[in-house]
T-cell receptor, first 113, second 116 residues
Framework: AQSVTQLGSHVSVSEGALVLLRCNYS??????LFWYVQYPNQGLQLLLK??????LVKGINGFEAEFKKSETSFHLTKPSAHMSDAAEYFC???????????FGGGTRVLVKP | DAGVIQSPRHEVTEMGQEVTLRCKPI?????LFWYRQTMMRGLELLIY????????DSGMPEDRFSAKMPNASFSTLKIQPSEPRDSAVYFC??????????????FGPGTRLTVL
């Protein structure tokens, strides 16, 4: 069975600082990995996804994530935080056999001026 | 396309009442998902459909919950009778799975349900 662990339910960063959100997964088959963002009172929006090929994936709003199979990780980064990045971020995994996403617990990002 | 449409956006009801949440997926999408989000349990998949057929309902918490998809453009999630612990935000999402497992799920804005 697949599962996702996000380390840290809350992260506080200063504007302009690096954003690093950690995600580790377990999967019995090669996984497909996703990061979604949820702004207050809104649904989830896809930031980026890894399916096959290049392990460094670039997404919207300057975010990127790197798939590391040996570490079963898919950490999300952004070099310079912006106030508009304040939101909750979810890592998710699905296996090739189905379309069912399993989400991590989410990490809420606070950006300080 | 207007995206995934959910109604109502907010619902307040009393314990024991029937609640019906509605969802219109993006036109042409093959898959439809219902999720529940709470502080305690996070984001949980309740059920999903492929071509209007329920594929996996293992996340439906109990028999009080039921979901239908009578056609490709409409789905309902019903709770009868509702209980205070059902209070949550319910999301509907849809996707077009050209390659199964790889396609983005598009989420609706959610229905915030409060059961008093």
């Amino acid at each position: 069975a697949q599962s996702v662990t996000q380390l840290g339910s809350h992260v506080s960063v200063s504007e302009g600082a690096l954003v690093l959100l950690r995600c580790n997964y377990s999967s019995s088959v090669p996984p497909y990995l996703f990061w979604y963002v949820q702004y207050p009172n809104q649904g989830l929006q896809l930031l980026l996804k890894y399916t096959t090929g290049a392990t460094l994936v670039k997404g919207i709003n300057g975010f990127e994530a790197e798939f590391k199979k040996s570490e079963t990780s898919f950490h999300l980064t952004k070099p310079s935080a912006h106030m508009s990045d304040a939101a909750e971020y979810f890592c998710a995994v699905t296996e090739a056999a189905g379309n069912k996403l399993t989400f991590g617990g989410g990490t809420r990002v606070l950006v300080k001026p | 396309d207007a995206g995934v449409i959910q109604s109502p956006r907010h619902e307040v009801t009393e314990m024991g009442q029937e609640v019906t949440l509605r969802c219109k997926p993006i036109s042409g999408h093959d898959y439809l998902f219902w999720y529940r989000q709470t502080m305690m349990r996070g984001l949980e998949l309740l059920i999903y459909f492929n071509n209007n057929v329920p594929i996996d309902d293992s996340g439906m918490p109990e028999d009080r919950f039921s979901a239908k998809m009578p056609n490709a453009s409409f789905s309902t999630l019903k709770i009868q009778p509702s209980e205070p612990r059902d209070s949550a935000v319910y999301f509907c999402a849809s996707s077009l799975a050209l390659l199964v497992g790889t396609d983005e799920q598009f989420f609706g804005p959610g229905t915030r349900l409060t059961v008093l």
